[in-house]
């Protein structure tokens, strides 16, 4: 498990925030993605990813890094990674080191780690009632109302290439497209909807090379 932070982001979609790299051995057994779809596996970022697993450091030295950003520092963990663990189960200790490495930031990001295990769901509640920003990663809108109903943190959902309109979800909740994925002049930076605690559900367009690959598992898991 290797880490890499980036102190300014070239990416136009992100902006220029501090972000970071886990390697891929921390993508959970939840995420369908693994098997294809997975946008951090083509382009320029899945050349990053692979560099981490010789080029990274270690928890402790990353987490050093983290606590040195500029307090109210917003970043954004894991372009590409997840959360510390292995299969099935969140790290809860590595996890609650990044938390306090966060502590006076604005850290946020995603997991696929399956939010209904017990052990996982007190680790992201934890985290995001301490300022740690994790988003659960839902594959479909019926997975997004059932995350939301656990009320331990925001969900965000994979919709249809062609989605660009707000949504519902079948039991009612509001879904907002990702504003940086439909406009030019919007950015994470300048958007910061997936940093707060919400209840909106942020819907993210499948989306790079497998985009194909991640709307099939829409459909055919709904």
């Not at 510390?84 to 604005?106: C, E, F, Q, W």
């Not at 479909?140 to 109302?145: F, G, M, S, Y």
Request: hydrophobic share 35%.
């Amino acid at each position: 498990m290797k880490f890499h932070l980036t102190a300014k982001s070239s990416n136009v979609k992100t902006g220029p925030m501090p972000v970071s790299i886990t390697t891929a051995d921390t993508c959970p057994n939840a995420c369908s993605l693994k098997d294809g779809g997975c946008y951090a596996k083509s382009g320029p970022l899945a050349i990053h990813w692979k560099r981490t697993e010789t080029q990274g450091v270690d928890l402790s030295e990353f987490c050093a890094k983290v606590n040195q950003l500029v307090d109210g520092s917003l970043w954004r963990h894991n372009q590409a990674g997840d959360l510390p663990g292995n299969g099935d189960y969140i790290n809860t200790k590595a996890l609650s080191m990044l938390v306090d490495a966060n502590r006076g930031k604005r850290g946020f990001t995603y997991t696929h780690y399956d939010p209904r295990i017990a052990d996982n769901a007190t680790a992201i509640e934890d985290a995001n009632d301490n300022g740690f920003t994790i988003n659960l990663s839902a594959e479909t809108l019926e997975q997004a109302d059932e995350y939301a109903a656990l009320s331990i943190g925001p969900v965000v959902t994979l919709l249809p290439i062609d989605q660009t309109e707000n949504t519902v979800t079948p039991q009612g909740r509001k879904v907002v497209v990702c504003p940086a994925t439909q406009r030019d002049d919007v950015s994470c930076m300048t958007c910061q909807l997936c940093q707060r605690q919400r209840n909106t559900i942020v819907g993210f367009p499948a989306h790079g090379t497998s985009k194909k690959k991640a709307q099939a598992i829409f459909f055919v898991k709904r």
